[in-house]
């Protein structure tokens, strides 16, 4: 799909804020993607349309996770963790993406996953460092994600994690095994 086409879909589902958002992670998406050498245009589909649920009903995510069989623990977690695969499904069937590693890249933005492919890596880290975003922590990331893709996926891990951690919330368990499986693979060998 076009990037104009694909723009003005997002637009009318978004915020203006959210949208200035999604064009923020578009360019990091494709940034990192050359950097790291991933499919740009992937990375620029899965970024434009990455918040594309951002702003459905919480009950009409609940059904959809229901209906279409999704992770079941995910309603026991934080609201804010069901528009990325609610959003796979609708820009599946609603914009009519079928391609899978665009959809996981997606479905998988804000949790994480154990064995994140190099496309959910891309939007995860631009969608984390994108130049709006300001809070604490994200300068270092930004400096990793110049040369280290795996390292700064961590760091968005571990901040998210402690941030979590501080508001006393519950923690989505992939967030956890994205978080585990990484750094093990960063560190090479158990060490703890
Ligand atoms: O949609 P965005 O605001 O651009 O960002 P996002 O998709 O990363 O998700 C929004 C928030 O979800 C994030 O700031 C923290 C929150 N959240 C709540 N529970 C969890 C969680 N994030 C992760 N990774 N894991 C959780 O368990
Ligand atoms: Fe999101
Ligand atoms: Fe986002």
Redesign the pocket.
Known sequence: MERTKALQIVKEALTEK?YI?TVG?METAIQLANRFGADTQKAEIAAIF??YA?FRPVEEMRHIIITQHMASDLVE??E??W??PVGAFLVEKEVGVKDSEILDAIKY????RINMTLLDKVI?LA??IEPGRDFPGVEEVRQSAKENLDIAVVQS?RN??Q??LKRN????P??VDAYNDLLLKIKGGNKG
């Open positions: 959210r958002h992670v990455h918040d951002k977690h934080n804010e963790l528009h990325a933005h804000t949790s994480g995860f969608d984390y891990l998210t994690i941030f979590l919330q519950r923690i989505y992939k967030t």
